[in-house]
């Protein structure tokens, strides 16, 4: 049996597994900021993490607050969302949790623990990318809303095409990758689309090539991350790139179609413990790549021919069994 007096750690090994360490925590104290001078249990997030990321562990927070009533978030600032739950300190904890898994969150469990009073603090260092972890997206909607923010929109036959630059170029994380350029030649063409491209669309060989393929296309510089978001987010039409950032602004859209390759880490086969598939929203067109991971910008163009024509659309059946 678990002491009131300890602390656990439950960690994440591979598909799932639990393991817990026990270390031994100060009696409760009733210096300000610890759950035992509000008699609430703590969510709080560990570690710096910035725009869809913080989003994304902002919603598993709130998810997990609809099951526990009394959960107080910690350290879920996000003021350009008009968010800021600041960070409580462990003083006067009496039991709290580590939960490290990567992208898991069992809710029920974390619950049921807090319910009963068996810890009073959980400590998240994990980012809860799988879209069972989400609230509606209605709901979602309610908690990112900044109607102030002006920003170009792009509706009828356009389409806007987020792309994924700056650090992912150096191909530093294997599913961080730039999709083909002959892919968005392939799905524009069969939708009859008119391009707009925008994001980190700074000049490199990527963008020069992809010029020459759309030279009438609109290309729209960094506007800023805010109103970056925005345009995604007020398309009419979006053929993500492998980006949070792109996801979560066209899943919060009003969009009528939303291109999502099955690449990168957003294949499940390959990246089992991330699930950005939103397979029960009509909205999306999935496209079923081959398991190329990211490589480096000069790389890019070679690799990119090399996969012409292997990617096909897929159905959400065949996506359920993955």
């Not at 570690?47 to 998810?63: C, E």
């Not at 099951?67 to 039991?95: C, K, V």
């Not at 979560?248 to 957003?266: C, D, E, N, Q, R």
């Not at 163009?301 to 359920?320: N, T």
């Amino acid at each position: 049996m678990w002491s009131r007096q300890s602390a656990a750690r439950i960690s994440d090994e591979g598909a799932g597994a639990r393991q817990f360490s026990e270390t031994k925590l100060p009696l409760p104290s009733n210096e300000p900021g610890g759950s035992q001078v509000s008699g609430c249990p703590i969510f709080h997030k560990d570690f710096p993490t910035h725009y869809a990321n913080l989003m994304m562990q902002y919603m598993v927070a709130k998810k997990l607050k609809s099951l526990i009533p009394n959960l107080e978030l910690s350290n879920f600032m996000m003021p350009y969302w008009n968010i800021d739950h600041r960070p409580i300190d462990d003083t006067g904890s009496y039991a709290s949790c580590v939960l490290d898994h990567e992208q898991h969150v069992d809710m029920q469990r974390i619950a049921y623990l807090a319910n009963n009073k068996l810890f009073d603090r959980f400590n998240w260092r994990g980012y809860g990318q799988r879209i069972e972890y989400f609230p509606p997206v209605d709901e979602a909607r309610v908690l990112f809303s900044r109607p102030d923010i002006v920003a170009p929109v792009f509706d009828g036959d356009a389409v806007v095409c987020p792309i994924r630059g700056g650090e992912i170029l150096d191909a530093r994380h294997p599913g961080y990758t730039i999709l083909p350029i002959d892919f968005y030649v392939d799905v524009i063409d069969e939708m009859g689309w008119r391009p707009v491209f925008v994001g980190q669309t700074e000049d490199n060989i990527y963008m020069r090539a992809l010029k020459d393929r759309f030279p009438q296309a609109e290309i729209v510089s960094h506007q800023g991350v805010m109103e970056d978001f925005a345009i995604i987010r007020a398309a009419s039409n979006v053929i993500l790139s492998i980006s949070t950032f792109a996801w979560l602004a066209a899943w919060l859209s009003h969009a009528k179609t939303i291109v999502l390759p099955v690449y990168g880490m957003f294949n499940p086969a390959l990246f089992s413990l991330h699930d950005l598939l939103p397979l029960g929203d009509d909205r999306y067109r999935f496209y079923q790549f081959p398991p190329q991971p990211a490589v480096p910008l000069h790389e890019l163009l070679e690799v990119h021919s090399a996969m012409k024509g292997q990617w096909h659309r897929v159905g959400r059946d065949e996506l359920r069994r993955l």
